[in-house]
């Protein structure tokens, strides 16, 4: 079994400031990972994912995700936020070689302050 | 590419009544997932649908069931509706076979159907 724990519930930034958004993952077996964003009212958009290969992963809107097998964790990160980055988020893990469930963590809130 | 679709984008029912919610999936994916998000949490697994049959299931009761057709399009129904059943159902298509490799083991969601039950 797997399971997905986001660390923070809520954060809050500046506008232009760096921003981490924490991901520790439990699983018995090999897994994939993904972040997801999540807009009021809408559905989830695939920001990144990690497969294999290169732990540094990038993906949309100028997010990036670091995959460390040793300590669990998947963190995503940004230099530099905008106001339209405000959103949900979620991390979330699936079985390899593909094709299960995905188990999604409880979303952090990241909200841009001007 | 439409992506995924799903339909009605909202509903409200009554506790006690039925009801069917619709996803077509992405064009080139013939998996269909469910998902339920209650409000402030994240997407809980419903059941998965592959070659038209149920292939994994989540922790829910019987009265969540599904069906997927030979065009790969798939229903929720959800029978007996409860206070509790009030959320977002999210639907996701991928290309992948459950348990095999060679899809390309990303899911993409529709923007799902609100269900308010009262």
């Known amino acids: 079994a797997q399971s997905v724990t986001q660390l923070d519930s809520q954060v809050p930034v500046f506008e232009e400031a760096p921003v981490e958004l924490r991901c520790n993952y439990s699983?018995?077996?090999?897994?994939?990972l993904f972040w997801y964003v999540q807009y009021p009212n809408q559905g989830l958009q695939l920001l990144l994912k990690?497969?294999?290969?290169?732990?540094l992963v990038k993906g949309i809107n100028g997010f990036e995700a670091e995959f460390n097998k040793s300590q669990t964790s998947f963190h995503l990160r940004k230099p530099s936020v905008h106001i339209s980055d405000t959103a949900e988020y979620f991390c979330?893990?699936?079985?390899?070689?593909?094709?299960?469930?995905?188990?999604f963590g409880a979303g952090t809130r990241l909200f841009v302050k001007a | 590419d439409a992506g995924v679709t799903q339909s009605p984008t909202h509903l409200i029912k009554t506790r006690g009544q039925q009801v069917t919610l619709r996803c077509s999936p992405k064009?080139?994916?013939?998996?269909v997932s469910w998902y339920q998000q209650a409000l402030g949490q994240g997407p809980q697994f419903i059941f998965q649908?592959?070659?038209?049959?149920?292939?994994q299931r989540g922790n829910f009761p019987d009265r969540f069931s599904g069906h997927q057709f030979p065009n790969y399009s798939s229903e929720l129904n959800v029978n007996a509706l409860l206070l509790g059943d009030s959320a977002l159902y999210l639907c996701?298509?991928?290309?992948?076979?459950?348990?095999?490799?060679?899809?390309?083991?990303?899911?993409?969601f529709g923007p799902g159907t609100r269900l308010t039950v009262l």
């Open positions: 996701a298509s991928s290309d992948d076979r459950p348990g095999f490799s060679g899809g390309t083991d990303t899911q993409y």
């Open positions: 699983s018995s077996v090999s897994v994939y």
């Open positions: 990690y497969l294999s290969g290169s732990t």
């Open positions: 979330a893990v699936t079985q390899r070689p593909g094709g299960f469930k995905t188990i």
């Open positions: 064009s080139g994916h013939d998996t």
């Open positions: 649908y592959y070659e038209e049959e149920e292939r």
